[in-house]
T-cell receptor
């Protein structure tokens, strides 16, 4: 069964203080790894899809990377509006109709 | 903002009642997936519909059922509501199925409270 573990569970940063979120996964044949951002009480907002080890994608202050066992979401010089829960999910050949999510990392950026 | 819409936004029901949640998928998408998200947890897969057929199901009892219509909109029905059914219900739409399924885009969710 696919498994996704995110760490840390919560992260508090000062504005401008860069850091990384981790997503480790165990799957039977990775089709894609997805990062979503979720604001309280709202649906997840799509950020990135990564398909193969070594792939990187960037969007504004966010950069996602992928290895064969884990993915990192790097946040450079974060702002208070980056505060949200960041969810990692995998789509695999073992259960190719669904996404398996981690529990998320709650990021708080203080001004 | 995605083109996925859900209704209602909030709902309060009592234990034992039945509820129907609705989802309109994004234009051009033919696959709809439903997820349940408890507070502080990641979304858990309920089931998926592709071109009006159930395409896969998670570990949810049969009292969770669904439909997909010819326009690819979808309903989630939950019978005999239990207190633990209180959660945010998310609908996601995408194109394709199986290995070829593309990115899932989520709606805003329906918050269900069972008293």
């Amino acid at each position: 069964e696919d498994q996704v573990t995110q760490s840390p569970e919560a992260l508090r940063l000062q504005e401008g203080e860069s850091s990384s979120l981790n997503c480790s996964y165990t799957v039977s044949g990775l089709r894609g790894l997805f990062w979503y951002r979720q604001d309280p009480g709202k649906g997840p907002e799509f950020l990135f899809t990564l398909y193969s080890a070594g792939e990187e994608k960037e969007k504004e202050r966010l950069k996602a990377t992928l290895t064969k066992k884990e993915s990192f979401l790097h946040i450079t010089a974060p702002k208070p509006e980056d505060s949200a829960t960041y969810l990692c999910a995998v789509h695999s050949g073992g259960s190719n109709y669904k996404l398996t999510f981690g529990k998320g990392t709650l990021l708080t950026v203080n001004p | 903002e995605t083109g996925v819409t859900q209704s209602p936004t909030h709902l309060i029901k009592t234990r034992g009642q039945q509820v129907t949640l609705r989802c309109s998928s994004q234009s051009g998408h033919n696959t709809v997936s439903w997820y349940q998200q408890a507070l502080g947890q990641g979304p858990q897969f309920i089931f998926q519909y592709y071109r009006e057929e159930e395409n896969g199901r998670g570990n949810f009892p049969p009292r969770f059922s669904g439909l997909q219509f010819p326009n690819y909109s979808s309903e989630l029905n939950v019978n005999a509501l239990e207190l633990d059914d209180s959660a945010l219900y998310l609908c996601a739409s995408s194109r394709g199925q199986g290995w070829d399924q593309e990115t899932q885009y989520f709606g805003p969710g329906t918050r269900l409270l069972v008293l």
